[in-house]
T-cell receptor, first 119, second 113 residues
Framework: AQKITQTQPGMFVQEKEAVTLDCTYDTSDQSYGLFWYKQPSSGEMIFLIYQGSYDEQNATEGRYSLNFQKARKSANLVISASQLGDSAMYFCAMREGLRYGGATNKLIFGTGTLLAVQP | DADVTQTPRNRITKTGKRIMLECSQTKGHDRMYWYRQDPGLGLRLIYYSFDVKDINKGEISDGYSVSRQAQAKFSLSLESAIPNQTALYFC????????????FGPGTRLTVT
């Protein structure tokens, strides 16, 4: 069965430091995608970064990068130069692979990591 | 204007009442989803739809029904609300040919008393 595991319920980081949020996944699909979302206290889900299973380069989006280690089935999010506004819940999610009739694109989510950035 | 909108944004209702949550999108996406978020459990899929004639159950569909009135509209109904359906509900959209794009609405906070 497909599963996303985020083992860090909460993390602290000092402002301007880098932080890594862990995500491991389990799937038997050859083609899949991995997402990271940020959820601030206001509740909306903000897309941060995407990594396809066949992408050879690790994805980067500004201060966000995804450390994709396919053999280890991990997709850790690295936030560089943390800012106070980065304090939020962070979710890792996996898009299932292709199925007969086409991909559903439905997402399976981890339980999230609450990040607190300290001044 | 937001690409994915949800109404209402907040709702308090009583046990046994019927309630409908609505979602509209301007992305032109064919796929739409309803997720539920409970503290400590992440988001879980309730229903999803490929088009107006294709509705599928997700992980936790019991107690819910949906209607895809048009490509742009996908509604979630609680026929007889119960307190453990108190949660944050998200609508999302995606396109078959753009699997790396998943757009979420702002969420509906539902409380069942």
């Amino acid at each position: 069965a497909q599963k996303i595991t985020q083992t860090q319920p909460g993390m602290f980081v000092q402002e301007k430091e880098a932080v890594t949020l862990d995500c491991t996944y389990d799937t038997s699909d050859q083609s899949y995608g991995l997402f990271w979302y940020k959820q601030p206290s206001s509740g909306e889900m903000i897309f941060l970064i995407y990594q396809g299973s066949y992408d050879e380069q690790n994805a980067t989006e500004g201060r966000y990068s995804l450390n994709f280690q396919k053999a280890r089935k991990s997709a850790n999010l690295v936030i560089s130069a943390s800012q106070l506004g980065d304090s939020a819940m962070y979710f890792c999610a996996m898009r299932e692979g292709l199925r007969y009739g086409g991909a559903t694109n439905k997402l399976i989510f981890g339980t999230g990591t609450l990040l607190a950035v300290q001044p | 204007d937001a690409d994915v909108t949800q109404t209402p944004r907040n709702r308090i209702t009583k046990t046994g009442k019927r309630i409908m949550l609505e979602c509209s999108q301007t992305k032109g996406h064919d796929r739409m989803y309803w997720y539920r978020q409970d503290p400590g459990l992440g988001l879980r899929l309730i229903y999803y739809s490929f088009d107006v004639k294709d509705i599928n159950k997700g992980e936790i569909s019991d107690g819910y029904s949906v209607s895809r009135q048009a490509q742009a509209k996908f509604s979630l109904s609680l026929e007889s609300a119960i307190p453990n359906q108190t949660a944050l509900y998200f609508c999302a959209t995606s396109a078959l040919d753009s699997p790396n794009e998943q757009y979420f609405g702002p969420g509906t906070r539902l409380t069942v008393t």
